[in-house]
């Protein structure tokens, strides 16, 4: 079936870099984009960016430019999201998804802890 | 703060019908397509809606979406106790160059 599956949850601290991973399933990965949104704790869903699987064009949202990386693997159908210099306001639940908001990823905790 | 608003609350009673407002501004809801998701807890959210008021497959036609100017509505008719979520819209925003999300309704039982 046709599906996005996540890496598995990281605690990091302050100042450091997360990578966090989506593979996707079951259908052409470059015909599709990948989406990034993220969920703090309690809160509502904020758009990250997205990048197309099939030629790269990214856009990334403004809060976010200059330190956020989204690549994709085509060769292992796997999209990936690098948030640098971590805050502890960076603490959520990273989600991917297709560019259209059809299919969703289970979600990738990230906690930013001293 | 999110550029889209909409009401932190909605209830019904089993049955009822509730509706879900989302107001924008032309640069997002005004020239751009609508879409609506559900989150039940500890889920990832689910599309219902998309270009406004297309239901993807598999999703009851008990939700409907509809737009005007800047603001759309999600309506939910035949309130069902799985109906309790968290509710949101979202749409691209042309000034913002990127997608904004609604601030989010919570969707009560009663």
């Known amino acids: 079936q046709v599906q996005l599956v996540q890496s598995g949850g990281e605690v990091k601290k302050p100042g450091a870099s997360v990578k966090v991973s989506c593979k996707a399933s079951?259908?052409?990965?470059?015909?599709?984009?990948i989406t990034w949104v993220r969920q703090a704790p309690g809160q509502g869903l904020e758009w990250m960016g997205w990048?197309?699987?099939?030629?790269?064009?990214?856009d990334y949202g403004l809060k976010f430019q200059g330190r956020v990386t989204m690549t994709t693997d085509t060769s292992t159908s796997t999209a990936y999201m690098e948030l640098r210099s971590l805050r502890s306001d960076d603490t959520a639940m990273y989600y991917c998804?297709?560019?259209?908001?059809?299919?969703w990823g289970q979600g990738t905790m990230v906690t930013v802890s001293s | 703060q999110s550029v889209l608003t909409q009401p932190p609350s909605a209830s019904g009673t089993p049955g009822q019908r509730v509706t879900i407002s989302c107001s924008g501004s032309?640069?997002?809801?005004?020239?751009?397509?609508l879409y609506w998701f559900q989150q039940l807890p500890g889920a990832a959210p689910k599309v219902l809606i998309y270009?406004?008021?297309q239901r993807p497959s598999g999703v009851p036609d008990r939700f409907s979406g509809s737009k005007s100017g800047t603001s759309a509505s999600l309506a939910i008719s035949g309130l069902r106790s799985e109906d309790e979520a968290d509710y949101y819209c979202?749409?691209?925003?042309?000034?913002?160059?990127?997608?904004?999300f609604g601030t989010g309704t919570k969707v009560t039982v009663l």
């Open positions: 998804a297709r560019h259209n908001f059809d299919i």
């Open positions: 079951g259908y052409n990965f470059i015909s599709y984009g």
């Open positions: 990048i197309s699987a099939s030629n790269g064009n990214i």
């Open positions: 032309s640069s997002n809801i005004g020239t751009n397509s």
């Open positions: 270009t406004n008021n």
């Open positions: 979202a749409v691209w925003d042309d000034t913002l160059s990127g997608y904004v």
